[in-house]
């Protein structure tokens, strides 16, 4: 999979790829990342890339003449016959769909990802109507700009990627994962996980000592029943999804268990915060 990102600042990735997972991924040739300096595709003497805002107000907005430029060097396939094909356009804006796990894995399986970095009061609208396939946003805050939401893109998609992982079931069994479905498992094996999280955060961990500070790791995951390992894990992602995001609870992909365990986890702890 390729990653092209378009930025004013290319100087601000030097170093942030250098590390871990995708390090590894880059020198394995899983993946490949390049960087587009938004400058070079300017046309005056002060490489002039913002302008003021028509109607007025406060600030500067990237002009489209370079930005357009910018992707149309890269050779893709125009945007009307881009639909379908494995290659995408993807404007990194406050106003963007909000980024999750599922359009991390949606990217994932395309072959190449350009990356706008926005900046300053945002990107001339004509660049989102020409080039671009999606807006996108990392969170529900304001940045300086798209560089820090086009690295954590790169990083959630690529991890993605097969092979991208020392074990690839370490990207599908953990928070806002998929549900047991996509993942079918033998009741009989040791547990590889709770279930597949189904869209809920993922449970507890813990490794050795088994005592640390006067705590102790929970009996349950050191008695070798994996029925019970399975169940304890299950309810104790319930319960840090219900304390800490109670809103995915909304859309998870929840059982009967499950909500008679949220039903009774709510009625016993009244400062769990449900509606």
């Known amino acids: 999979m390729r990653f092209d990102i378009i930025t004013i600042f290319p100087g601000f990735f030097a170093g942030v790829f250098d590390h ?4 590894r991924a880059l020198a394995a040739d899983l993946i490949q990342i390049e960087i587009h ?4 595709f300017t046309h005056d003497r002060h490489r002039t ?3 003021r805002p028509f109607g007025g107000g406060e600030g500067m907005v990237l002009k489209p003449e370079p930005l357009v430029d910018a992707v149309e060097s890269l050779r893709l396939p125009q945007k009307s016959a881009r639909n379908g094909t494995p290659e995408s356009v993807i404007l990194l804006s406050a106003q963007g769909a909000k980024f999750t796990q599922a359009t991390a ?3 994932a399986k395309l072959e190449r990802a350009v990356l706008i970095c926005g900046r300053y009061e945002g990107v001339d609208e004509r660049v989102n109507q020409l080039v671009c396939d999606r807006e996108l946003s990392i969170g529900d805050y304001v940045l300086s700009g798209g560089e820090l939401g086009a690295a954590v893109i790169v990083d959630a998609t690529m991890r993605l990627v097969p092979g991208a992982l ?5 990207s599908a069994f953990e928070s806002f994962g998929q549900s047991d479905e996509h993942f079918p498992a033998d009741s009989d094996s040791p547990p ?5 999280s189904g869209g809920i955060l993922d449970y507890p961990h813990y490794t050795r ?3 640390f500070r006067g705590l102790a790791v929970p009996e349950v995951l050191a008695g070798g029943d ?17 304390r800490n995001r109670p809103d995915l609870l909304e859309a998870a992909d929840l059982s009967r268990e499950d909500r008679a365990f949220l039903a009774a986890l709510a009625r016993q702890t009244p400062d769990f915060p449900v509606n």
């Open 20 to 23: 871990g997972i995708v390090k």
């Open 166 to 170: 020392g074990n690839q079931d370490s």
């Open 37 to 40: 300096d938004l400058r070079s």
């Open 209 to 211: 000592p088994a005592e």
């Open 49 to 51: 890339v913002d302008d």
């Open 105 to 107: 894995r949606e990217l």
């Open 226 to 242: 994996h029925a019970a390992i399975r169940r304890w894990r299950r309810e104790r992602a319930l319960e840090k999804t219900l």
């Open 192 to 196: 590889r996980s709770t279930h597949g």
